[in-house]
C-alpha cells in the first residue's frame, strides 16, 4: 500500500509534526513498507494458534518482596526547606 504525500501530511497533522519536503518523501517511504509489512502478516492463516499473550514460559521477574523498616518522619523531613506538622510543605499546584 503507497501513501500519497497528502496522506502523510494529514498523519503529520493529527501528530503535531512539522516535516520538511524531504522528511515528508522519507516517510511516504517508510509508512508504505510498514504498510506493505502488515499487509503481508495479515495474509498469515492463524486460524489455528491459540492466542496468548507471551510465547515464553511463565515466569516473574520481580524480586522477592521484603519488607524493611522505613525512614523516621524527622529523617526524612530533616533536609525539607519547609515542614509543618510533621509533613512537607508545598506550595499549591492548582490555579
Given amino acids: ?32 513498507d510498514i504498510l506493505d509489512h502488515v499487509a503481508q502478516l495479515q495474509k498469515l492463516d492463524t486460524a489455528n494458534i491459540s492466542p496468548s499473550s507471551n510465547i515464553l514460559a ?15 518522619t524527622k529523617k526524612a523531613l530533616e533536609n525539607s526547606p519547609c ?7 508545598v506550595p499549591p499546584v492548582l490555579e
Avoid: C, W
Wanted: aromatic content about 4%.
Fill in 58 to 72: 511463565p515466569q516473574t521477574l520481580l524480586r522477592e518482596d521484603n519488607p524493611q523498616k522505613g525512614l523516621e
Fill in 1 to 32: 500500500m503507497s501513501l500519497s504525500i497528502q496522506e502523510v501530511e494529514h498523519i503529520a497533522l493529527l501528530a503535531r509534526l512539522q516535516l520538511s519536503e524531504e522528511e515528508k518523501k522519507r516517510y511516504q517511504q517508510q509508512l508504505s
Fill in 83 to 89: 515542614v509543618e506538622a510533621d509533613q512537607f510543605k
